[in-house]
């Protein structure tokens, strides 16, 4: 789940068993981490919830995402259900201990909602998972174990651990957009509650999961209707971050001012100056850099759009998680801070893609970066930082269709 590369689809056709019926509303949504940036991003319309990652952990040492809080809270505002999962790379208990110790404390999504375990690498054991995930639970969560199934088996008494705790499995019969799952690559085992059945549920790269039979739910009592006419979810409690998404849900169209952030609605069809809106715009966050009447216009595409056709993500009071200002950043790069470390040469360029240095990054090899910029037509995203030199620098970490790392991370 967005920490190494996917070396390709791991698909065989089986037969779709389950052990217990399967829900009548088969709900989709999605997977987020920072690669979504602050705001929680969807396929559809119609998905009714995202699972962010709070943070990642790999034998003792933490990764906590500084988007997580933001996604939560944006997840709410749009009126779906939020839940968390943690990068875990651990073979103890006592690591098991330490890492929840950190992160349980910090969860912001209701009690009893999903903390997934993503177990995907290292060395885990049966011992060390069965106490992760029952810790998760004495916490008052509902613990998922997420993985590959031929990692999980190799690694694990699958078995044992499936017949206490529930299973989010990924299998991929491609890498190109799939907006529903494909059943003749359903990973059959017992007790598989989430099927992720795709990491490109949009053009450029979206994780998209069907929940068979309903543990999304968890940690909420349905919906009810914002203030503003909206959907709302109810959570069994609530948190900073639940507030904050309550509070953008109920907060009316007209009192949008310059550095909200809003979403253009998937139904959206013009700008106001009557020009189509394009799909790949659709379902997107921008800051609000304008304001005219019932107008407002975006940062980033400079395009005017009805009060009506966006859905308010975050009021201008709310903080949003990047530990850098995007004013301090060149034009079209996204804040956003974290690691990178290549698995093969990869050049350094002035810009996305444009001037090279001729200078390289080798495997192994760490990048602290401040920002990312995607350039679909050189077809790879970069990670921004500034060199000794003080000039801007690009390396490209992220191969954009087919969607793939170029390394590793954190």
Known sequence: MKKKVLLGALAFASAFLFAVAASADRDQGVDLSRYQGSTAVFGQASDKFAISQIGGYYDGTFYPQSTYQSQVASTIAQGKRAHTYIYAQFSTR???????????????????????????????????????????KQAGY???????????????????????????????????????????????????????????????GLDGNVDLLGITKNGYDGTTTSTQGGTAVKATTTTTAIKQGQEANNTPKSNIVVGYTVKVNFSASKWSNGYAIPSWAKGKSYKVQQVSGSKVLLTGILSWIDKSNVEILQTAKQVTSTSTSSSTLPAGVHAQSGYFTPNQRLMVWHGAGVSPTYQYYYAGESIKYVGYIDN????????????????????????????YMLGYAR
């Open 94 to 136: 006592q690591q098991a201990d330490e890492m929840l110790n950190y992160y349980l404390s910090r969860i912001q999504t209701p009690k009893n909602s999903i903390i997934a375990l993503d177990v995907e690498s290292g060395s885990p054991n049966t011992d060390a998972v069965m106490y992760a995930l029952n810790k998760v």
């Open 142 to 204: 509902t613990p998922v174990l997420y993985g590959y199934l031929n990692f999980l088996k190799a690694h694990l008494n699958l078995s044992t651990i499936a017949d206490s705790y529930p299973l989010w499995l990924a299998e991929y019969p491609d890498y190109q957009v799939r907006t529903s799952p494909d059943y003749n690559y359903f990973p059959s085992y017992k007790n598989i509650h989430l099927f992720q059945f795709t990491s490109t549920y949009k053009a450029g």
């Open 376 to 403: 679909y037509a050189a077809g790879y995203r970069y990670v921004v930082y500034k060199g000794a030199s003080g000039n801007w620098c690009y390396v490209a970490d992220r191969h954009l269709s087919p969607n």
